[in-house]
């Protein structure tokens, strides 16, 4: 059970996962996708959406806005 509280609490970045716990504040929370340096392709679309709706399901509002205009930005790339 402890396992799984734990889990419940990871956020999922590109290549792993942050395990900082909840109650724990983070300056950093989505910082390298909010840089202004950030680039991303279509190719990491499924990784973006999954990192969307994880933040979605765990109420992270913020990060989930995050995800939704990198989302939106790769949409007008390609259109």
């Known amino acids: 059970m402890a396992k799984l509280r734990r889990e419940m609490h990871r956020r999922m970045l ?13 300056h950093f929370e989505s910082i390298c996708e909010s840089c202004t340096f950030f680039v991303t392709t279509i190719k990491f679309r499924p990784t973006l959406e999954r990192q969307r709706d994880d ?23 390609a259109g």
Do not use: H
């Open 14 to 26: 590109g290549n792993g996962y942050c395990a900082r716990p909840v109650e724990m504040d983070c």
């Open 55 to 77: 933040a979605a399901s765990k109420g992270q509002v913020a990060r989930e806005q995050i995800f939704d205009g990198l989302l939106t930005r790769l949409d007008e790339q």
